[in-house]
């Protein structure tokens, strides 16, 4: 039985396909597709947030980006675009068919980075 988080999110193959349907969700959002439209490199973006969520998952990958703190710096998200974002992420669990559990572990890690992200 998967003991990691990452284990329970399908390791670096699961993961992977749950950030491509999160970024697919944001950018069909209507509160926060206008941020993400003004992206360059979504590539890069998919790639940070698959280390991202690796690495604090209990996977082996490295996180190669910047801090939550640096990167919202300066972008003054508020709390309903910040909700609207969960929201995506937890629509692509629920495609991805991630247990509930799973599910609420992700939420309450999101919601712990609220001060990183929220009105910097």
């Known amino acids: 039985m998967p003991t990691t988080l990452y284990e329970r999110l399908g390791g670096r193959d699961g993961i992977t396909r749950l950030v491509t349907d999160i970024v697919d969700n944001h950018y069909r959002n ?3 597709k206008t941020r993400f439209e003004q992206i360059k490199d979504r590539a890069a ?4 947030s698959v280390e991202f969520l690796s690495a604090g998952s209990g996977g082996p990958q490295a996180y190669t980006g ?4 640096t990167t919202h710096k300066g972008m003054n998200i508020s709390e309903q675009e910040l909700i609207a974002a969960i929201d995506d992420i937890v629509a ?3 495609k991805n068919q991630l247990d509930p559990s799973v599910q609420n572990e992700v939420v309450a890690i999101l919601y712990s980075l609220k001060g990183d992200v929220v009105r910097r």
């Open 45 to 48: 973006v998919e790639r940070h």
């Open 30 to 32: 209507p509160l926060i």
């Open 66 to 69: 910047r801090d939550m703190l």
């Open 92 to 94: 692509a669990m629920g």
